[in-house]
């Protein structure tokens, strides 16, 4: 009897072992190395919430991310390989026309709302008026904060130099000059203005969107030859983005406690945050035509270029609108 369901279960034994076999084992992920072009933008959290949620996994992504100390590096770090794409200032676009490889792929980030000049809390300056020939610090020259500053400046009718810039290589050392009184205050990230405020030892003295209503202000970027040579990385990487985008813009709770924790911010400074920028964030990527117009009207006034350049030299919109 034992013999004879011995071979009766044989088959289905059989079967199950060569259904097993023919199972193929699980498609690794492909790794993509992602920069960020500073460490303390709450926009840039995107890319985590959508890390942790699992979004980039659903495109088989496998995100290796690094924070890098401005425009500068970042752009440093993309021509040496040692990131593939990532998010930068609009303003490093014009690279490529110095015969930079880098090309952006996709519009992140659009009127500056989440840049303000910041002063110390025992500063004299008490409005923008009192801002005429001051120095403030910027991390990168040649980045969007050093072109805001000139762009208030020409605002208050100073001319594109009535407030002084200085750069000084990153974040930390520009907050360092402006405490120390070194420098008058710096062009930086409104959240960290109001961590300063709460902490009680800065504040934002005035965000930069009423002076900039229209401005592709952050970038997705990669290089010519990483779009040749892997065009679907770049596509799975958009999808992933822009899916996170999504997932932000409907999910508040979720998305403050993940930057939270990645900015080292106070959750009250980061719901305000969400609050105040979550808006600025494309939905597809698109180059909206007015903001392109002064974007590149900025290369020139920053003295990055003598002529406006073509769009085809400074970007690609094979990629967009992104369609998740």
Do not use: C
Request: glycine letters at 8%; charged letters at 20%; a neutral charge.
């Amino acid at each position: 009897m034992r013999l004879s369901r011995l071979f009766a279960l044989t088959p289905i034994a059989a079967l199950l072992l060569a259904s097993q076999i023919a199972v193929p084992p699980a498609q690794a992920a492909d790794k993509l190395h992602v920069g960020k072009a500073i460490n303390v933008l709450w926009i840039y959290t995107v890319v985590d919430v959508g890390i942790e949620k699992g979004i980039f996994a659903k495109y088989n992504l496998d995100l290796e991310v690094s924070v890098l100390p401005g425009d500068a590096k970042f752009q440093q770090a993309l021509i040496a390989k040692s990131i593939d794409i990532g998010l930068a200032g609009g303003t490093s676009m014009p690279l490529s026309m110095k015969g930079s490889p880098a090309i952006a792929v996709a519009a992140y980030a659009g009127a500056p709302r989440n840049f303000s000049v910041i002063i110390a809390a025992d500063s004299p300056i008490k409005t923008v008026a009192d801002l005429k020939g001051k120095v403030l610090a910027t991390a990168t020259s040649g980045s969007v904060p050093q072109w805001l500053i000139k762009r208030l400046s020409i605002s208050q009718g100073w001319g594109v130099d009535g407030i002084k810039t200085t750069t000084t290589g990153g974040f930390e050392a520009s907050l360092s000059a402006t405490l120390t009184h070194a420098v008058d205050g710096f062009m930086g990230a409104t959240e960290a203005g109001l961590q300063l405020q709460e902490e009680g030892r800065g504040k934002p003295l005035t965000n930069m969107e009423q002076y900039v209503p229209r401005l592709i202000t952050q970038v997705v970027t990669t290089r010519t030859d990483f779009v040749a040579e892997h065009p679907d990385l770049v596509d799975r990487f958009l999808k992933g983005l822009f899916a996170s985008v999504a997932y932000v813009k409907s999910h508040k709770p979720e998305s403050v406690a993940i930057a939270t924790r990645v900015l080292h911010q106070s959750p009250t400074v980061m719901d305000k945050t969400y609050d105040a920028e979550k808006s600025m964030l494309s939905d597809d990527g698109t180059f909206d035509a007015e903001s392109m117009k002064v974007l590149k009207a900025s290369f020139i006034e920053m003295g990055i270029l003598d002529k406006e350049p073509p769009d085809d030299k400074i970007l690609t919109t094979k990629f967009v609108p992104v369609k998740p």
